[in-house]
């Protein structure tokens, strides 16, 4: 049942984002409408085609789309060049036309490498996410960003390839390991800090019931994340002005991601960690009030993670940051919250303000 549509408006490249629960019948009727071509390839993962893809697969092939499924092993290591072309390469070699459609189907690794397939394979093909992660339902899988990582930074090659629709189905959440729930609350925080007090206020509330998988609590902040993405990219689609407002927690947190390798913080964690952080540069700064700061930070410490830490080197973390893209000039990139639902972009910062905030989320493992 499609529960809501909430609209990206971009002009002639508008698509609309489509939620609700026990929707899958659904699925092939809605590409159909929307001029999908007989012809779709479905990129995915092992875990999500080991639960998911059969069911999809049938919906498909009952109303007469010819589907192509490559599966690829799943995590953060597969978003990359050699990936994509291996993914070029099997295309091609099944003469995948240009009017065929590619269908991601996965959490935010697949929406990115998938999209980023769609956005050069033959100049650039369609592309419909099916986010299957709470990450990837409140926001990778909108916007239009796609990439992949270099081993000199993350998301560092990519494009901007808007799909021609989302299709988010909650009862994919429902096999969701509780860590991909903690990665997915991370950036359900980071809305509410940036743009909206009263996500913030429901989450203080609601916390447990989101990660529990209450379906009411998950619908209700979904729809208020996918509502504050759709508003931010149509304002600011390709990242020149308010668009960066979405990296709060993330110049740090990729620092922290990649000082791990990627194995040790997903994604999502490391922006927790790395909200706390750049909290701490913004209370510091005189920015934030110390009351804000302790609400921030109780909210994002009552989430259950389970990272340890102890290996993490303090000059690794920095380093990493340095090859951050937000990095302007030779000055690091920050979004700092001014209050609850507000947020500034600062690039002024003392780097022993930085070092003492890293002090801050390290001592706590
Ligand atoms: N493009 C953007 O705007 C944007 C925004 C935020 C994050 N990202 C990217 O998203 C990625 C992280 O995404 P993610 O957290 O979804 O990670 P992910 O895609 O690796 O998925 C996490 C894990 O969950 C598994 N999984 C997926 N759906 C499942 C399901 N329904 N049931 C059980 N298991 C399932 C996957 O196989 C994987 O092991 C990062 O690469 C990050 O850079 C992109
Ligand atoms: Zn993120």
């Known amino acids: 049942m499609i529960h809501r549509q909430i609209d990206v408006a971009l002009g002639d490249r508008s698509y609309p984002l489509i939620a609700g629960t026990d ?13 999908i071509s007989d012809t779709v390839v ?18 498909l092939l009952h109303h007469k789309f010819q589907p192509l499924t490559i599966t690829i092993p ?10 994509s072309n291996r993914l070029f390469t099997e295309m091609l070699k099944k003469r995948i036309p240009r009017n065929a459609v590619i269908i991601a189907f996965g959490g935010g690794v697949i929406g990115d490498l998938a999209g980023f ?11 419909v996410q099916v986010p299957t992660t709470l990450l990837a339902q409140v926001d990778s899988s909108i916007g239009g960003k796609v990439g992949v990582n270099h081993p000199l930074g993350k998301n560092m090659i990519g494009a901007f390839h808007q799909p021609a629709f989302v299709w988010m189905d909650m009862d994919y959440l429902k096999t969701l390991p509780k860590r991909e729930m903690i990665c997915g609350l991370g950036e ?25 998988l209450d379906v009411e609590a998950v619908m209700h902040v979904q729809a208020a994340c996918a509502a504050i993405k759709a508003e931010i990219v149509s304002k600011d689609e390709k990242e020149s002005g308010i668009r960066i407002i979405l990296n709060y927690g993330h110049t740090i947190g990729h620092g ?3 000082a791990g390798r990627y194995k ?16 701490s540069i913004a209370k510091e700064m005189k920015l934030l009030e110390a009351d804000s700061y302790e609400r921030l930070v109780s909210l994002i410490r009552r989430v259950p993670l389970k990272a340890n830490l102890f290996s993490l080197k303090r000059a690794d973390i920095v380093n990493a940051m340095g090859h951050d893209k937000k990095r302007v000039a030779k000055k690091l990139r920050f979004v700092l919250p001014t209050k609850i639902g507000e947020v500034k972009v600062v690039d002024d910062v003392d780097p022993n303000l930085i070092r003492s905030a890293m002090r801050e989320i390290l001592k706590a493992k």
Do not use: W
């Open 42 to 59: 479905i990129i995915t993962d092992r875990n999500v085609a080991r639960l998911h893809l059969q069911p999809l697969l049938r919906n």
């Open 256 to 258: 922290l991601e990649s």
């Open 117 to 127: 397939v769609a956005a050069t394979y033959q100049r650039g093909i369609n592309l």
């Open 23 to 35: 929707m899958l019948s659904s699925f092939a009727p809605v590409c159909r409408h929307h001029g």
């Open 264 to 279: 040790l913080l997903k994604h999502g964690e490391a922006v927790l960690l790395g909200m706390i952080a750049e909290a």
């Open 74 to 83: 799943a995590g953060e290591t597969q978003k990359t060049l050699t990936c």
């Open 188 to 212: 359900i925080i980071k809305y509410g800090v940036i743009h909206d007090a009263e996500l913030f206020s429901y989450l203080e509330l609601h916390l447990e019931e989101v990660l529990h």
